[in-house]
């Protein structure tokens, strides 16, 4: 065998041990790629936005509100969905006129400035207590989402992880893209 067939075969072999031993752990236990289907988080993110979802970042802090989240829909795991956090554990959201105050646990209210949503019907009101474990999440576009308004609150194993990277399209890519603080 000549020394070019043997150096391309070492190459090979190089790099399949680095799939192994690196690329698959992190796509499979790190961080793994999210493609939005859908318009229910607009303007923040566009259908067909390609998304790298960070999975380790919630076995060492707990999700904030604000966060951008993938997650198994609740009434069939094998169905994605992306939203975000409004409410945490042990919080009630209430929903006035499009107008959202969460009460915290520790009984302080807080009215959520929301810039980036496309606002909703200024008729709906709704009340929701959540238990430990269970996060109230909506879409951005606010009219056009399916979420914790109609199907309840998301219970904490359902979620995947937090959206850290936009990668497509490449004119809108960043680091921490739609996140909030309140």
């Avoid at 020394?3 to 793994?32: E, H, N, Q, Y």
């Avoid at 956090?85 to 302080?108: F, K, M, Q, W, Y």
């Avoid at 308004?149 to 680091?175: E, H, M, N, Q, T």
């Amino acid at each position: 065998m000549s020394d070019t067939w043997k150096g391309l075969l070492k190459d090979l072999f190089t790099l399949a041990f680095l799939v192994v031993v690196v690329v698959i752990p992190i796509r499979v236990f790190v961080a793994s790629p999210f493609i939005v289907d859908g318009d229910s988080m607009h303007p923040t993110f566009e259908n067909l936005d390609y998304l790298i979802i960070d999975e380790f970042i919630y076995n060492f802090k707990d999700p904030s509100r604000g966060d951008v989240i993938v997650f198994r829909y609740p009434g069939d795991p094998s169905i994605f969905y992306i939203k975000r956090i409004i409410g945490l554990p042990n919080e009630t959201v209430s929903i006035n006129r499009g107008s959202v105050t969460v009460t915290t646990a520790d009984g302080e209210k807080l009215t959520l400035d929301e810039p980036y949503t496309v606002n909703e019907d200024a008729t709906y009101t709704k009340d929701i207590s959540l238990n430990h474990e269970e996060y109230f999440v909506m879409g951005d576009n606010r009219p056009n989402s399916s979420d914790s308004r109609i199907w309840g609150p998301l219970p904490r194993k359902d979620i995947i992880g937090r959206v850290d990277l936009r990668l497509l399209p490449i004119s809108k890519s960043a680091f921490s893209p739609g996140a909030a603080t309140y």
